[in-house]
Structure formats: structure tokens, C-alpha cells
């Protein structure tokens, strides 16, 4: 097997309505596609598909793995989600190799703001 590349990567909802207003417009991901029960957004080289497992009789479940969203500087990337309403896990964690300050959205899917030192 050869793979070529990273399609998307799925996080469920319970409320597609509720997730756009999230990811759309607290986060600014642009809108690749949208449905009746589900979106595509584009989070930089990852297309990021938000889902109701409802629709077709799944139940759902947050990821609790998290998804790495690349930042410039993860302060005022914080600061910025703070004033829109957003509650971070804890503090800004440094490691030797980067910054990092997590959160969820309004289904408990782990997301995480971050940068390398290196990058």
C-alpha cells in the first residue's frame, strides 16, 4: 500500500448548526463544502469534516485525540478565542520543541492551538 496523502480528518457533532457557527466564524476556517448533516473546511493543508453520526444512525462520540491547529503565535491566537468565549483546558504548555494551549469545541472535541520553535 501507498498512500498519497491525507484526504480529511473527521471530528462528529451533535449539531451541524452549532459546529459551523464554531469553526466557521470563531475559528475563520473558510467553508469547502456543506450539507444537511454535515461541512468540509479547509484547516490549512487538511480538509477538516464535521459530521452528525445521527444521520445515518451512529452514535456519537467527541475525539478526545485532538487536532493540532498551526498558529503564528499561539498567545494571541488564545487571547483572540478567549474574547470570543472560548474556555482553554489549563494553562499554555512550553515543552523544548513547542507551544501549545488546548481546548475544546461545543461537542468536546479536542483541539489544540500550536507552534514548533523550530518553524
Not at 26 to 55: K, W
Not at 66 to 85: F, H, M, Y
Not at 86 to 97: L, R, S
Request: one cysteine or more; aromatic letters at 8%; charged letters at 30%.
Amino acid at each position: 500500500m501507498r498512500v498519497e496523502k491525507v484526504d480529511f480528518v473527521s471530528f462528529l457533532t451533535q449539531d451541524i448548526a452549532r459546529a459551523k457557527h464554531f469553526y466557521a466564524e470563531v475559528l475563520g476556517l473558510p467553508i469547502e463544502t456543506e450539507g444537511e448533516n454535515d461541512m468540509e473546511l479547509r484547516a490549512g493543508q487538511v480538509t477538516l469534516d464535521i459530521f452528525d453520526p445521527s444521520s445515518i444512525g451512529q452514535p456519537f462520540a467527541p475525539s478526545p485525540a485532538g487536532l493540532a491547529l498551526r498558529v503564528p503565535d499561539v498567545d494571541a491566537a488564545r487571547a483572540e478565542l478567549e474574547s470570543q468565549g472560548v474556555v482553554f483546558d489549563g494553562e499554555t504548555i512550553e515543552t523544548d520543541v513547542c507551544k501549545q494551549a488546548w481546548f475544546k469545541d461545543p461537542d468536546g472535541n479536542s483541539l489544540m492551538l500550536h507552534r514548533r520553535f523550530d518553524a
